[in-house]
């Protein structure tokens, strides 16, 4: 299992960032004034001291004759104040009355979509995903209707966020996290909690897709801006812990260790029992990681108890699963499963379906509405007021769409049906629709060459890539070459991982010279790809790849595990001409009274008798690698 890495960390960035209208609302909140410095100090106490402003929140609620745009902020402030030190029930409370409050009539429109927006992190945090969604709806519609340049921003990360999530598209979906970032920029403001943010989610959005290096720089933009202001320990401590959780992720526990336990440290000393609670998480991952299953469960296990009594539904959820594997490897199989069934009743959730019908109609309204980016250069004026709303709804959709997203995954993995690293097909079910597709009739009875084709792709050197540029870097060359098999390959074929660094490909109905030309054309599309090692370095990637048929011959007796047998031979054969090499086998037709394991002690000899045929990338390829005392025969 791959520990999610986002996770409520980025949730409770949300919740602050629900405060970031507050601000601006004094300039245009008739009577706001005199309440001023109280919201103020309610606002910025938030992530160094929740304490202190659940305490000044709560002393400005009893005073008579409070304005309702001022109960507003203040309940706010209060109810996230309360979530934040951990006090769920009172916080769903507090968000009850604030719900209640925005329903006054004639409420200014900053303070309604900001109360909305608070509201709508508190619901988000206590588990209610399609009320929360809800109120995010009629911010975005309000925004669509009031034309500002800013709200593009939120627009922008909004579709970036859904492309990712309900498309699979997490490259189309970084470009436009780039246009929204960029249209920021352009505002060229003082450094702003609201800029930490955009990037600080911004890095989420890279460690989603494992693409460390990226979402390390994204961090580093975060960090530069949050140095510049005030009260920012809380999040300068989780950026630490994210950091720590990318060496770790890196194979680097002696530098994830001290990252990870000063931030621990901090988390517990002063009162961020969330952050504390996922960073506990991840020194179980390191101690499992480092075969110290007995030290993981302690920590997981503190973890687990600070999530469920503080109510953080996410990190629970990853809890189960963490202790779950913990005791799988302890050889408690019985604890395991356990954990494993409270993990699944988690997951029936009965709203998911009204929630991905709420994600597409969010997608539809963005992408219809979303008008052309403004000149900002005239807008800055006018728009000052809004740019905090605007850049807080990229937070709140984002962290919406980021559960939805670890969500669907955990579904997919429950079913055992894909790699959790890659997204494609594993090898039990590439395995179990092999079967299926082979049992079934051929499509086109008047192809006497007509088969099923198996492709087997291995990286060339893996081990020595991972040792020279680490992990991390392993990780990117399998993503990029999973994506270059989904680009490469047809709609109806089967691509699965089918080993550490072996990839399959089978395509059905096909002849010999389609099959070999299929080889041909991934061995050259993943030499052409470019994938970063740092620090401007690229790996040298490139794959050694073997194709066999299914049946090697048309009999009924033919099995699918002889084919796997052929097509790794064949990449034998062309590993063994240096790699970046396809090699092929395909069984002539008619009747031969030979049987696979014939042809598997000598491919060179079964061409000579007629039985196979035999092509690769250097025609030379099958009798250099079979003439070879070391080649290894199945």
């Known amino acids: 299992m791959t520990f999610p890495l986002f996770t409520g960390l980025g949730r409770a960035v949300f919740v602050a960032a629900g405060l970031l209208a507050s601000p601006v609302l004094a300039q245009t909140v008739p009577g706001a004034d005199p309440y001023e410095p109280q919201l103020r100090r309610c606002q910025t106490s938030i992530a160094q001291q929740p304490s202190a402003s659940r305490d000044i929140a709560s002393d400005l609620l009893t005073m008579p004759g409070l304005p ?97 999530d309900a498309l699979d598209d997490s490259e189309g979906a970084l470009h436009y996290f780039r246009q929204a970032i960029a249209l920021a920029e352009q505002l060229q403001r003082p450094p702003a909690q609201a800029d930490m943010m955009l990037y600080y989610n911004y890095g989420y959005a890279l460690l ?236 086109d009875k008047r192809e006497a060459d007509g088969r099923c084709a198996l492709l087997l792709v291995d990286v060339d050197g893996f081990k020595e890539l991972n040792a020279r540029y680490g992990h991390a870097a392993g990780d990117r060359a399998l993503l990029a070459l999973a994506g270059c098999l989904r680009e490469s390959c047809d709609a109806g074929d089967l691509i699965a991982r089918w080993g550490s660094e072996e990839f399959l490909v089978v395509r059905a109905d096909t002849s010999a010279a389609a099959a070999f030309a299929l080889a041909a054309h991934l061995r050259g599309a993943v030499e052409r790809l470019r994938v970063e090692a740092g620090q401007g370095e690229l790996l040298p990637l490139t794959v050694s790849v073997g194709a066999a048929p299914f049946p090697l011959f048309r009999r009924p007796d033919a099995r699918l595990q002889d084919t796997v047998a052929l097509a790794e031979c064949a990449v034998q054969a062309a590993g063994h001409a240096g790699g970046n090499a396809w090699a092929g086998l395909w069984g002539t037709p008619g009747d031969v009274a030979v049987t696979p394991q014939q042809v598997l002690a000598d491919p060179v000899r079964a061409r000579a008798q007629g039985w196979v045929l035999l092509d690769g990338s250097d025609p030379l390829l099958w009798t250099r690698a079979f003439a070879a005392p070391d080649v290894q025969r199945t």
């Open 68 to 164: 309702v745009p001022v109960q507003v902020r203040a309940t706010g402030c209060l109810a996230t104040a309360q979530q934040m030190l951990g006090d769920s029930t009172q916080a769903a409370a507090t968000t009850e009355r604030l719900l209640a409050l925005l329903q006054t009539p004639g409420l200014p429109p900053l303070v309604r979509n900001g109360g909305r927006l608070q509201a709508a992190a508190l619901l988000q945090q206590g588990g209610q995903l399609t009320r929360a969604l809800k109120l995010l709806e009629q911010i975005q519609a309000d925004a669509q209707r009031s034309g500002d340049t800013v709200a593009q921003i939120g627009a922008l990360a909004g579709i970036a966020l859904m492309r990712g």
């Open 208 to 443: 989603m897709l494992k693409r460390y290096d990226e979402a390390d720089a994204a961090f580093d933009r975060a960090t530069g801006v949050a140095v510049k202001l005030t009260n920012q320990d809380l999040f300068l401590h989780r950026i630490a812990s994210h950091r720590g959780e990318i060496q770790r992720a890196g194979g680097h526990a002696e530098r994830a260790e001290p990252m990870l336990q000063k931030a621990l440290y901090w988390q517990q000393a002063d009162g961020d029992p969330q952050g504390a609670a996922v960073t506990l998480q991840r020194l179980a991952r390191l101690r499992l990681d480092q075969g110290r299953a007995k030290d993981a469960l302690v920590y997981a296990e503190q973890a687990q108890t600070l999530s469920e009594r503080s109510r953080f539904v996410a990190e629970i959820r990853n809890g189960l699963d963490l202790i779950s594997e913990i005791h799988a490897a302890l050889g408690n199989a019985d604890a395991a499963a356990h954990y494993a069934q409270q993990a699944r009743a988690m997951d029936r959730d009965k709203a998911r379906a009204e929630t991905l019908v709420s994600l597409a109609k969010l997608q539809a309204d963005a992408a219809r509405k979303l008008p052309p980016i403004a000149d900002t250069g005239a807008a800055r004026a006018d728009n000052a007021g809004r740019i905090a709303i605007g850049l807080a709804l990229v937070l709140a959709l984002g962290v919406a769409l980021a559960i939805l997203y670890r969500r669907r995954q955990r579904r997919e993995a429950e079913r055992s049906l894909l790699d959790p690293l890659t997204g494609l097909l594993n090898r039990p079910e590439a395995e179990r629709r092999m079967q299926a597709l082979f049992a079934a009739p051929s499509r």
